[in-house]
Nanobody
Framework: QVRLVESGGGSVQAGGSLRVSCAAT????????MGWFRQAPGKEREGVAQ???????MYADSVKGRFTISRDSDKNTLYLQMNSLKPEDTAMYYC??????????????????RGQGTQVTVSS
């Protein structure tokens, strides 16, 4: 059974950095596309970043140049390094996974596995 567990969220001031992690179990990790999406109160969910099985990455325009997604296949762990954080980055961040043929081009919002989320709060 696929299980995704996020960690590393917290509170930080604007301009600061934070790294969130996602530990994956119950899956052949290298066969899955992995990604992050977020949801802030009163706002729609937003796909943030994704990384394919070949290591290719895609980012939302809102985080491009500030966030970096990476995966460690030895540890079955996904990371999201967030730099130059802004108050508008405040949200619950969710890890997502998918192994369907089109996962490389699909948004993490459409991935069929997700974790429980970790809260990131950025104060001004």
């Amino acid at each position: 059974q696929v299980r995704l567990v996020e960690s590393g969220g917290g509170s930080v001031q604007a301009g600061g950095s934070l790294r969130v992690s996602c530990a994956a179990t119950g899956m052949t990790y290298s066969s899955y596309c992995m990604g992050w999406f977020r949801q802030a109160p009163g706002k729609e969910r937003e796909g943030v970043a994704q990384i394919g099985t070949d290591g290719s990455t895609m980012y939302a325009d809102s985080v491009k140049g500030r966030f970096t997604i990476s995966r460690d296949s030895d540890k079955n762990t996904l990371y999201l390094q967030m730099n130059s954080l802004k108050p508008e980055d405040t949200a619950m961040y969710y890890c997502a996974a998918d192994r369907r043929y089109d996962c490389e081009t699909n948004s993490p919002l459409r991935y069929n596995y997700r974790g429980q989320g970790t809260q990131v709060t950025v104060s001004s």
